[in-house]
């Protein structure tokens, strides 16, 4: 084999190794070093928001939101667009403030950011805090209503709930989906609540924020990935942000295409976007976003070159991370077979994203009945 493609291979090899060594560590510490604080006083002074496209993809995961967090809360806000096929539905459900965006309204938005960008400039009151949360999700416990007193005196303004999958109709995603949880529990946990820099991004599911920001920053720039452009804002005036103790319960995709098509807006959407990010937030994204599938590329094509160098241990820190979180997943579907899967897992991951880039250029709403 030519010396300088084998010096070259394994360089690529050590430093993705030593990468992801290091992000382990990180989530490692994460889980262990953080936990959320809360106060003995509930806060009043909140408001639960759905913002949905509220067509047929979307009904069923829709109305069952609404209907469970109006028991729970006794009222929300739904904001919808004008024209929404749901719309006459909506008007009738009780403890139901249903705001429309006029269809008129900035063109030059698109999806919930459209949506999000008219509701803050037209009905967020500065001293208030709003919770922001998709048409799938359950918030299973009412933890973030004790957080938001403690850290609103110490001068956080936003915060993210803990992401836990219910099965859809394809269980190869939900397995997949648990890669999320596993996510908020390291990674996430150790920049937007250790740190308080949510430098991965933050979830628009549970996404907790005072008025007074939210009227500051808004939602008023392109993109499909509203929440993580967000976040980019917030670490670029440094604002401090907390992750919360909530569990979120959201809805997998129905079948892998789906599955596909989210995880490509989420990574279209990122790539778009970063370039508006601090640089020690270009790095951690970049580095997350393509080190894994460059791990992944490198074990396919090169894999009986890499046990012939003695490199083959170099992809187990890229590996462990995803091989773990899948396996967890295949545990908590009681569905053993599916860890046959495992090893595909990983490609669909990989295609999405490149599907994503090729051919996702707008919000897209996947089905979610």
Known sequence: MNQELMSNLTGIMVGVALAYTLLLSIGLTGYIAYKPRRSSVKACNYEIVIVSKADEKVQRSLIESVKYHV?????????????APLISTLRYLRGVRLIVVPSGYRRDLVGKGRALNYFVEHYVSPDKWYVFIDDDNLILDDSFLYEIPYYEAKGFVAGNGILLPRPGKSMVSYVMDWIRYIDDLTLYRFFTGLLGKPLIGLHGELLIVKGSVLKE???????????????????????????????????????????????????????????YSPAPMKLIVGFRSFAWVLNLAVSVLFFPILVYLGLVWYILPGSIYYLASYTYGVIRSREPYLILLVPLFGFIEASSRIYGLMRVNDFVVIDKN
Not at 71 to 83: A, K, P, Q, W
Not at 233 to 246: A, H, P
Request: hydrophobic letters at 35%; a positive charge.
């Open 217 to 275: 920053i808004g939602f008023n720039n392109r993109s499909i990935t509203e929440d993580f452009r967000f976040a980019v804002e917030l670490v670029r005036r440094k604002y401090k942000t907390w992750q919360s103790n909530t569990r979120v319960s959201i809805k997998s995709p129905n079948s892998v295409k789906d599955l596909m098509i989210q995880r490509g807006r989420w990574f279209k959407g990122l790539i778009t976007d970063i370039k």
């Open 71 to 83: 028991s729970r809360f006794s009222h929300i806000t739904l904001v919808v667009d004008e024209g």
